[in-house]
């Protein structure tokens, strides 16, 4: 044995070292796998994580409404029943209001907050409460037993319970990380939306009568400048957003676009005369049908020469004839511009903080009925990042709107 160490023979078959025989009781080493590889059993594919992330991102919109619901119910419930007990019973007015009724889950509360007290879990002390550790169940339960303390400002104690039914089977499923359904997480935004509805949270969104507030814009909403909703094509957004509820009730339209389809389409004359009527000022313009530029849309798309410019005389027609009924035509102007047009957008009462615009850029082979949709809120942002955040998209258009209006040539 010399000093460099001990050398070995090289092993022959069925010798030790080669041997594929593993002897009883042994524990044979696991095959080398793959750099970034964590097992054959472990890995995740693709198909796998895409439901993973398809759970995460239905189970945080969860979150968030249910979040927002309860805490609006904990501060209503505060609010109506502190006052009550709190001057007979002090800090322990919760477990007071609980009653006989409530006295387990009141004393569990006050368990998890003595834990919660004494490992840190308090970070802030407006939390230090038994009330903080209620779930939605209990306060449910402090709401229902004192109803005759609520039904002052409430209508209906049916509507608050079948919103909180509806919302307990999601916040079973999300508190237990299990898979949550499109229908099921649907049927939970619109219970919350509802319950927030009913409680009176209220909206500093003026806006929120035609598109209403989204609570994932609401807490988000400051990320895509004043971007409220992106939707592959039209038929999309018709689906989600239809006509009605964009140009109904309305106080002024401002359109700008080729053919002004999803107006012209979509609302009907009759809508449309009585939306005038009620004091609604209306100003449409469209790509000039007789312009040069309308035939280089008609090569872009590939359609017959001479269609696109009888499809937009149409609808200009059909527009006059709306304005002829009026009492007041000046209220309804029509208009027609020349240059090449670069997008469709429909300005909802632009002119105040309750403003909505419909967005579509014309690409090059894509009809308008087919291309991306951005659906923008005006006035004042959701939320902002600071005092000097960003305008949004909203003016931008607005702007080229009356540039282009400034340019164009009146329809008599």
């Known amino acids: ?35 970034g590889s964590i097992g054959p059993e472990l890995d995740w594919g693709v198909d796998a994580w895409r439901e993973v992330r398809t759970r995460a991102q239905r189970a945080g919109r969860a979150y968030i409404w249910l979040n927002l619901v309860e805490q609006r119910l904990r501060a209503v419930v505060a609010a109506v029943l502190r006052p009550i007990y709190e001057p007979v019973h002090g800090d322990d ?3 007071a209001a609980a009653g006989p009724a409530g006295q387990e889950w009141v ?32 306060l449910r339960e402090l709401m229902v037993q004192h109803w005759p303390c609520f039904e002052p400002y409430f209508d209906e104690r049916r509507d608050v319970e079948l919103a909180l039914d509806e919302l307990e089977v999601t916040r079973n499923v999300v508190s237990r990380n299990r898979a949550l359904s499109e229908a099921v997480l649907a049927q939970a935004e619109r219970a919350s ?21 989204d609570a994932v814009e609401n807490l988000v909403g400051d990320r ?11 038929v999309r957004l018709l689906r989600q957003f239809p006509a009605e509820d964009l140009f109904g009730g309305a106080r002024r339209v401002d359109a700008i676009g080729i053919g002004l389809n999803l107006l012209v389409q979509n609302f009907s004359g009759r809508r449309l005369v009585r939306l005038a009527e009620s004091g609604c000022r209306v100003r449409l313009l469209f790509l000039n049908p007789a312009s040069s530029a309308v035939k280089r849309r008609e090569r ?3 359609i017959k020469r ?54 579509q850029s014309y690409l090059r082979r894509t009809r308008g009925l087919e291309a991306p949709v951005l659906v923008l809120r005006g006035g004042s942002r959701v939320l902002k990042a600071d005092d000097q955040g960003e305008e949004g998209l909203f003016p931008t258009y607005r702007e080229e709107f009356e540039l282009a209006w400034a340019d164009s040539r009146p329809v008599s």
Do not use: C
């Open 1 to 35: 044995m010399g000093s460099g160490g001990l050398e070995l023979p090289p092993g022959d078959e069925g010798h030790e070292g080669n041997s594929t025989d593993v002897p009883p009781g042994a524990v044979s080493l696991a095959r080398p796998m793959e750099m």
């Open 306 to 359: 001479g269609e696109l410019s009888r499809a937009v005389e149409m609808n200009i027609l059909h527009m006059r004839r709306v304005r002829a009924r009026l009492r007041d035509p000046g209220a309804f102007e029509i208009q027609v511009f020349d240059e090449t047009p670069r997008f469709t957008a429909y300005l909802v009462d632009g002119d105040g903080s309750d403003g909505i615009a419909v967005v």
């Open 300 to 302: 872009e798309l590939g």
């Open 224 to 234: 895509y400048a004043d971007v409220v909703g992106v939707h592959s094509d039209r």
């Open 93 to 95: 007015w919760v477990v």
């Open 107 to 138: 004393q569990r509360a006050v368990a998890v907050r003595e834990v919660s007290r004494r490992k840190g879990y308090l970070l802030d002390p407006a939390d230090d409460n038994v009330l903080s550790f209620l779930t939605l169940p209990q």
């Open 193 to 213: 939306a509802k319950l927030l509805e009913i409680l009176g949270s209220g909206s500093d969104v003026p806006s929120a009568r035609r598109l209403p507030v």
